[in-house]
Structure formats: structure tokens, C-alpha cells
DNA sequence: GTATTGTCTTTTGTATACACTTTGTGCACA
DNA sequence: TGTGCACAAAGTGTATACAAAAGACAATAC
């Protein structure tokens, strides 16, 4: 089963990725990749090429592959899209979700409570992300979800801390944050489209009001909800 | 400069595919393309898994590389999605362009006046390509712009027929297509976001109209301008 | 006549060797 | 001491050979 190494070199990488394991701007060497997944350069540069087309990874010719970077210009560019992506997947998602769709996002939601409640910050963030890539499927939309994947990319990278309560208030902004995905689902399950997208919208506030914490001091009011009505 | 066939097969199996020379949905054979472009077969299938990364192919385990498919449910998502992102990248562009991306702007709008004058449909198409991903360039947001690339991915191969002239009235059409190029790039020059979007989505009723022309006799009357402003 | 199985062909997937590019280091020389 | 060049080392890019999987087809059993 050499088809099944390469599929661990892709979905391993994408985990270390998104949980920093593997810094962003961080170079990956081919060779030394390939020999810890126990394959051979050709197939480990192919699940580059493919990371790369996903925005996992950059490539520069000549100069191999690095983590794709977080600077600060991108994280501003990120504020700006983010709200209005995900309202616009939140309503497509309540028009078009199928059941089994929805049990899947259900199943997702159990391992992300259980990864909460046994303060498993780094399988918490994992599990938020497959949530939010599950309302991505039930959105039916590839051109969204290619803005979609890219944007929980880097909500997930930037959001690393969030599942690790530091203050004794942290706790309440987390559960806060795993009722929300219910009442997410309830809103996906009746068909509910401006339930869907208002809850969503309160969702990422509280997300982005975090984060805004962890990276700056002060942080600064950004118009979210014009952003989403602009258009 | 083994270097430069790679190149070259990349860009031009998409402007194969872009121009409808490859279908969508046909088999792309990993030895003819490799043979066709004088490069082995390892080289080009990282050109192919790029491309799938990029939306171009789709590529199947065991069962080799395809022409991403154009079938009825993603023609309904495309213009569900089109106007939405078209105009956000317009206001985004018309904020962030800067005068090199402006200069570059006007020279493939040469190009693109010279193939209509030329009658060259087919690069009149990849012209008009290339002015909307000049476009994309300019909002500067990667997030917006991996969407906006499979849109125009789409768009270009559902326009094919756009800048050939059937009836003499279609000459009015591209003429008008033109004009509206060149108002969208005073709009842009001037940083005139409100003016660039309601050109861009002029231009899109445009297209629309015609697209919908030639893939229905009767075209339902679709709500661009509600999808546009829904959220 | 149909279905199933076994073999043959075609095509995709992987490993490895080699070529080329980039980059770092040391030495000569101004 | 600083600059430039040559060479070495490390890492990326490509070709080819081989392995494995999928598909085609015919023979045989029912």
C-alpha cells in the first residue's frame, strides 16, 4: 500500500500545517519529508504541487517549498473577507444542505465537543476547522469554497490559541463558541437561511474579537457587518 | 532549458482549455502530452496536478487527469456566485490598484481592442481573460482571488462564442463590451470603487444576457442584482 | 445466451540515478 | 580588510525503468 503513504504525507502535513507544527514561511525539504513518510521524492513533490494549488504551501522555483506565510497586510485582507465568505456559505448552506450532509456536520460537532471537554486545544482547533469546511460541502458552491478553504487556512492557524483557555473568562468564550455551532446546525437542519447567516455573523465576532486580542493590544473596531451588507 | 517545455505545457494546456480545444470533460493522456510538450511524463504530471489545484483538470486515483467538467448545476452556481465576487473584487480593485497594475491594465485592453479589430475571437477571449484577472490582481485579496480564477475559468469557456459575431447586431454587443472595459479602467484609475462596481456588474448583465442566450433559447430572468446586494 | 474468470494490454504510480541551479565557503588578489 | 572568483556542497528538476492498478477481451462454465 504505497498509495496510502502518500495520502498520510498529505493529510499529516495539512494537520502539522494548520496546527503551526510547521511554521508558516518554514521551509519543508523534499528529502527529508520523503524519507519521514517513507516515500520517494516524486510522489512527496506531487503532494506539494497539490498542498501548493490548496494554498497550504508556496513554491519557488529552484528554491522549494515553504509554509505559506502569515503577514500582517494578509491578516488585514483576511478581516476583510472572511465575514462576507462565510455569510454567503452560511445562506447557500441552508438552502442547499442535504441530511446526510448534516449528520456528518453533527458527527464532526460530537468530536468537537469531546476534544473541548478534555481541554484538547490543538484536536479542538482541528475539529472547528472540519466544521467549518463541512458547511463549506453543504454550501454546494466550489467557486465559494476554493475563498472558503483558503480563509479557515488561516483562521485556523490564527485562531491556534483559541481553544486554550488562558483566563478563568476563556472557558466562557469557548462555550460559548460550541453552542453557537449548535444553534449553527438547528438553523442548517430547518432550511433557515437568515438564521443561518446571523448566526454565523455572531460567530465570527467572537472569533475575530479574539484574535484581535492575541495579536494586538487595542484592537481596533473593524466594520464586520459592513463588510458581510457591503455589496 | 528543459525548464521553459514545462512552461510551456502549463500555460498552454490552459489556453487549450481556456479556448475549448480540450472539452471539458475529455482525457488528457499523461505519455501523448508529455511526447507533445518534449518533456518525460514526471515533470508534466506536476503540471497537471497543479492545474487541478488551480481548477483547470480534475484528476482521478488510477484514472488519470480530465478537463474540469461544465455540466447544468455548476452553470447555476456560476452565476449564483459570479456577480457577488465580480463585484467585490471591482471595489477592492478600485481601492488597492496601483499605476503599474494600471499600466498593465491598459496594455492587454490594447490586445484585447486589436483581436475585435482583428476578428480573432479566440484571442479576443483570452484577452478578456486576462483584463479580469488583471482585475483580480489589483484587489490584491488571494482569499477573492482563488475564487474569481475558477469564475473566469468558467466564463471564458461559456463565452466562447461571445466575441464572434453571428447576427449584425452582435457586432454592437462587443463593441459595447469594449467601451465598457475602458470605463471600468477610468473608474479604477480614479479609485472610484461605487462607479467600478456598478460598471462591472453593467458588464456582467451584459455577458449574462448573452451567455444565457446561447445555453437556453428562452432565458429565465435570473436576479443578478439580488444575489449582488443580498448579503 | 449470459455471467464469470483469467490473462493480456494499457495506463498510472513510484523509485532511483543523474543533471542543473543555487548557495555557501575559502582562497587569491587588490 | 574588502572584493571577486572558483569550487564544493546541498537541494531542486528531469528522465527512465520498473511496479501496480485498471480496463479490455476472450474462453469457459452454467
Not at 6 to 17: G, M
Not at 112 to 120: G, L, P, T
Not at 209 to 216: A, G, L, N, Q, S
Amino acid at each position: 500500500m504505497p498509495q496510502k503513504a502518500k495520502e498520510t504525507a498529505y493529510s499529516d502535513l495539512i494537520r502539522r500545517i494548520l496546527t503551526l507544527v510547521l511554521e508558516p514561511g518554514s521551509d519543508l525539504d523534499e528529502v527529508t519529508l520523503s524519507a519521514e513518510y517513507g516515500v520517494s521524492r516524486t510522489p512527496l513533490r506531487e503532494v506539494l504541487q497539490r498542498l501548493a494549488g490548496e494554498g497550504y504551501v508556496q513554491l519557488t522555483s529552484h528554491r522549494g517549498a515553504k509554509v505559506a506565510s502569515m503577514d500582517v497586510p494578509a491578516l488585514r485582507t483576511f478581516f476583510q473577507t472572511a465575514p462576507m465568505i462565510y455569510a454567503a456559505i452560511a445562506r447557500l448552506a441552508a438552502e442547499n444542505r442535504t441530511s446526510h450532509e448534516l449528520v456528518n456536520l453533527k458527527a464532526v460537532q460530537d468530536t468537537f465537543r469531546k476534544a473541548i471537554r478534555d481541554a484538547n486545544a490543538t484536536e479542538a482547533a482541528l475539529a472547528n476547522h472540519a466544521f467549518h469546511a463541512g458547511i463549506g460541502a453543504m454550501a454546494n458552491n466550489p467557486y465559494l469554497s476554493a475563498c472558503l478553504d483558503r480563509l479557515l487556512i488561516d483562521h485556523t492557524r490564527l485562531g491556534r490559541t483559541f481553544y486554550q483557555p488562558r483566563a478563568p473568562q476563556d472557558q466562557g468564550l469557548i462555550d460559548q463558541a460550541l453552542a453557537q455551532h449548535e444553534e449553527m446546525i438547528s438553523a442548517f437542519e430547518a432550511h433557515n437561511a437568515e438564521r443561518a447567516v446571523a448566526l454565523t455573523l455572531e460567530h465570527w465576532d467572537l472569533s475575530r474579537d479574539r484574535i484581535e486580542r492575541f495579536v494586538r493590544p487595542d484592537p481596533l473596531p473593524l466594520d464586520t457587518k459592513d463588510a458581510a451588507y457591503a455589496l
